[in-house]
């Protein structure tokens, strides 16, 4: 019989044998459990367990993007940290330098005339005081220019990192946030390593594939296919809406769409968006109804590739009397950052190499013959304007080489 515990004390079962967790003392092995030389032997082997390795360049690639949309630093290789100027979540950073782009550079007449003909190349900017997280999006957002009149005197440096330098702008592109960083500040926290050499890997469209597909009745066809793409290196999922059976022996009609929310769901009369894919699907219908095939791609490129809030800062500086062109340069941005490659990879995969092209932009002809797509006729594209884009619809025709009426 075991004595009671007296009062104030603990039953001590474990009297002559280690505590549980003490120094030494090994958990009792589960019915079946191999021996732990065994076992660890085994995971050496491979078995199940892959050994750390340095990531892939898309992998470090991607991890810099999210790193970018978090407002986390990243550490350019062979070059300093930068922080974005536009999400940075570290309160008290600061720094001596900026990196933005020639454009913005250009407003703050830091520039020469040949750096202006090159909007988008790095300048690196120094200022009278340290840049906090308030003054960098001062200088880094021109949409503010009004509100926040910027406090120099600024003054441009040598840049001797410019092949990092030009990756990080276009790293910013990407990840939609304004291109302008905080060189090498101060209290930055842990930074992402990024190679200029990455940023390749984010733009290989051999890594698109189909995902799914199904019937999709639409307003303009019941008889419509949707197929959905997808690729690892890209969280943007594109689709196509293919009317009739694809046939070898009569090309395609086909219509880039690239997504703009304000025009395709919003109903915004400031571009011809939302006209332009109702009647590109109408068309694409048609086309199947008369024996042939039709295909519209929906491509998840807002903004003409610069993204939603960059295109709605764009639109702004458009209020305030720029135009479509000069609004994306003066963020820094390009005019047209669309990924034409991928729209072959999209058209390959559904067997359609060689197409009849709905467009008034002879550009994206030769961008697409260029990604190996033979084009084989030009199918003009022209809506009718309205009050609100009929000077969206001119800077098209005159600065973008748009064929429009």
């Known amino acids: ?128 005081e340290p840049f906090d997280l308030s003054a960098a999006r001062a200088l880094a957002d021109p949409a503010l220019d009004l509100a926040t009149p910027l406090k120099g005197p600024f003054k441009a440096e040598p840049l001797d990192w410019i092949r990092g330098a030009s990756a990080a702008l276009e790293l910013a592109r990407i990840a939609g946030i304004l291109p302008a960083f905080l060189v090498d500040p101060r209290h930055a926290g842990e930074a992402q390593p990024f190679a200029p050499d990455d940023l390749g890997a984010l733009a290989d469209p051999a890594r698109l594939t189909v995902a799914a597909r199904a019937r999709l009745p639409v307003s303009a066809s019941e008889e419509c296919e949707i197929v959905a793409f997808r690729s690892a290196d890209d969280l943007r999922e594109h689709v196509a809406l293919v009317f009739g059976q694809a046939r070898s022996d009569r090309a395609p009609l086909v219509r880039l769409h690239s997504e703009c929310l304000t025009g395709d769901v919003l109903g915004s009369l400031k571009c011809d968006c939302g006209p332009q894919l109702d009647a590109a699907l109408h068309a694409a219908a048609g086309e199947a109804r008369s024996g042939g095939w039709g295909v519209v791609l929906y491509l998840r490129q807002e903004g003409r590739g610069i993204g939603l809030i960059n295109k709605l800062r764009a639109y702004r500086l458009q209020d305030q009397g720029f ?83």
Do not use: C
Not at 38 to 60: D, N, T
Not at 343 to 355: F, N, P, T, W, Y
């Open 1 to 128: 019989m075991v004595a009671a515990a007296r009062p104030g004390t603990a039953a001590r079962s474990h009297v002559g044998q280690p505590r549980p967790g003490a120094s030494g003392a090994q958990p009792p092995p589960g019915r079946g459990d191999p021996p732990l030389g065994r076992a660890q032997r085994s995971r050496a082997a491979g078995h199940g367990v892959r050994p750390l390795s340095q990531p892939s360049a898309s992998r470090r690639a991607a991890q810099a993007v999210d790193a970018l949309r978090h407002g986390w630093p990243i550490a350019l290789a062979g070059g300093p940290v930068l922080l974005p100027a536009e999400t940075a979540v570290a309160a008290d950073a600061a720094a001596v330098q900026m990196l933005i782009s020639a454009a913005r550079a250009e407003t703050l007449k830091l520039v020469n005339q040949r750096e202006a003909a090159e909007p988008h190349a790095p300048v690196l900017v120094r200022g009278a």
């Open 323 to 405: 135009d479509t062109v000069d609004a994306n340069q003066r963020l820094g941005l390009p005019d047209d950052a669309r990924d034409f490659p991928v729209a072959a990879r999209m058209l390959d995969l559904l067997g359609a190499r060689s197409i009849r092209l709905m467009t008034n932009n002879p550009a994206k002809v030769a961008a697409l013959e260029a990604a190996g797509v033979s084009v084989t006729e030009r199918v003009p594209h022209q809506l009718p304007d309205n009050p609100h884009n009929a000077r969206y619809l001119a800077t098209k025709r005159d600065r973008s080489g748009h064929l429009l009426g």
